[in-house]
């Protein structure tokens, strides 16, 4: 009997991983994407001679181990070009202290933060021991949260004496962490935490689950590391892409799914779409692998669909996650000052912190001499999608003046430098992206919510299957890929097979 197919909805990271996971296995695969290109929020677009990341403008898990480079590995094919940033970031607290650089050798990075963050080793040791353990955990491929018998035993298998210890901080923040070690009144550590964790986990440290913050904020120093892509982020997609197509996946570009449903049979899944001319399509299959935002459903599946009514619900009352402000600019790279740093984040009030990313000399993004300049804070999407025309465009304006203030302030650049410059609103990336209110992030990482008690990539209903952002472990591309490999591992288990990937 011939592999039944699968069908792939959205074809962001965690899509296009999936997608060629299954491909490479042997199963048949159509992926469904909305956008003229794959990619999502990790996407691409061009405005003239300037190449521009939509969202993420780093990755993590190129190193030997890491999460990309296993998956390329499996897959047989070459990990896309890349530089690695040290340091992975500087973080200007703006309150007059020498900016905090977070080097790649760990103990480089340990020195610095004894400069800036006396008397803090015991928190510091903490989270690298924790961190270990997550990492050896999470190089077993566990599936979290268990939802069988198949599942609990995947979990029971990467166990190891250690996670068990480290378990018991399982609903500890970081800021538990940070009270624990005697170092809850150093608030100049805690502005630092709150800002590096708020771009991981969508939450401040004492919202931010000890687990999961204890390993993204140890994501830049070896054996791990942060990665700058030569030409764009849209190159691992490509390289994505261009697997599942060569192992036999379909992709449908500028294909809009509008209704998903249990077929009548009650045997597969039935969805509809709509072409590039609006023409209605159809596709069906056994499993229907989803990675939009699990709040898409809500939309996607009417009430007769099968979705169960306290499934429903649960997607009702999942937080609304963040959006964002991304200010897109160029500009001569004479004007930047002398060895700017590719990433840096900056403390502001008004309107908040600015993550930033500039492109490197040859790296694609920008005309020899020029720089690509990202500037991007956090913005509640309720509140821009509810703005009539007028006051929309007036914010718009407004906040861009804003972010542009702060990038002349610390990059010393004048007003007449810019070669280019607009902004992008959370209305901007739901008409990319296609996500709910123009949502870039997932589920926000509390310790309620992370690992053991979050949402579920396997759903009642059966056949439909869940990753992305939202599920464990998380946001980033290496954690979107990480969440894509635990779905197809339990469907392929379903269908009585076997997928491993080599540490």
């Known amino acids: 009997m011939s592999e039944q197919p699968v069908i792939v909805v959205g074809a962001g990271i965690a899509g296009l991983t999936a997608s060629a996971l299954l491909a490479h296995e042997g199963v048949p695969v159509i992926l469904l994407e909305s956008h003229h290109q794959p990619g999502g929020c990790a996407g691409t677009f061009c405005r003239g001679n300037f190449v521009f990341d939509v969202g993420a403008t780093q990755v993590a ?12 590995r499996h897959l047989q094919v070459p990990l896309p070009v890349c530089d690695l940033l040290n340091p992975g970031c500087v973080v200007q607290l703006a309150d007059g202290s020498h900016p905090i650089q977070l080097w790649h050798d760990p103990m480089q990075w340990a020195e610095e933060r004894e400069r800036q963050f006396p008397g803090s080793k015991a928190f510091w040791r903490l989270c690298t021991d924790l961190h270990n353990s997550n990492w050896e955990f999470a190089s077993r491929n566990p599936v979290l949260p268990a939802s069988n018998v198949w599942d609990f035993w995947e979990l029971i298998r990467a166990l190891r004496p250690n996670n068990l210890l480290s378990g018991i901080f399982s609903t ?22 709150d800002l590096q964790l708020k771009l991981y986990s969508q939450e401040p440290a004492k919202r931010t689950a000890a687990l999961y913050g204890s390993t993204v904020l140890q994501m830049a120093q070896k054996p791990l590391g942060l990665w700058h892509l030569h030409g764009s982020m849209q190159k691992l997609s490509e390289s994505l892409a261009n697997s599942l197509l060569r192992d036999g996946a379909k992709l449908f570009l500028k294909h809009r799914v509008i209704q998903l449903k249990v077929a009548t049979k009650k045997e597969s899944w039935r969805i ?43 997607l009702s009352q999942l937080p609304q ?8 600019g160029a500009l001569d790279r004479n004007y930047l000052p002398s060895e700017c740093p590719t990433h840096l984040q900056i ?57 542009i203030q702060i990038l002349e302030h610390w990059l010393g650049i004048a007003p007449h ?19 709910p209110g123009g949502m870039v992030g997932g589920l926000g990482q509390q310790p309620l919510r992370f690992g053991p008690f979050g949402l579920h990539s396997r759903t009642p209903m059966n056949g439909l299957w869940l990753c992305g952002d939202s599920i464990y472990p998380g946001e980033g591309t290496a954690g979107v890929s990480q969440s894509a490999l635990m779905a197809c591992r339990q469907l392929m288990a379903q269908r009585n097979k076997k997928m491993y990937l080599v540490s």
């Open 347 to 403: 403390e502001a009030q008004d309107p908040g912190s600015v993550f930033l990313s500039i492109s490197r000399e040859g790296d694609g993004r920008a005309p020899a001499g020029q720089a690509t300049v990202i500037a991007s804070i956090f913005a509640e999407c309720s509140y821009w999608m509810s703005l009539d025309e007028s006051n929309y465009r007036n914010q718009k304006q407004l906040m861009m003046k804003k972010i």
């Open 321 to 328: 996650p963040s959006g964002a402000l991304v200010f897109y």
């Open 417 to 435: 430098n810019w070669l280019h410059k607009e902004l992008a609103t959370p209305r901007s990336f739901a008409k990319w992206t296609g996500r």
């Open 272 to 314: 509809d779409a709509l072409d590039s001319k609006g023409l209605p399509k159809y596709f069906s299959a056994p499993d229907v692998i989803f990675t939009l935002p699990p709040q898409s459903l809500l939309d996607l599946m009417p009430l007769e669909s099968g979705m169960p009514k306290s499934y429903r619900r649960k």
């Open 172 to 193: 500890c923040s970081v800021s538990d962490l940070l009270f624990l070690t005697g170092c809850q009144k150093d608030q100049r550590l805690t502005a630092f935490l």
């Open 61 to 72: 898990g190129f190193e030997v181990g890491g999460i990309h480079e296993r998956i390329f």
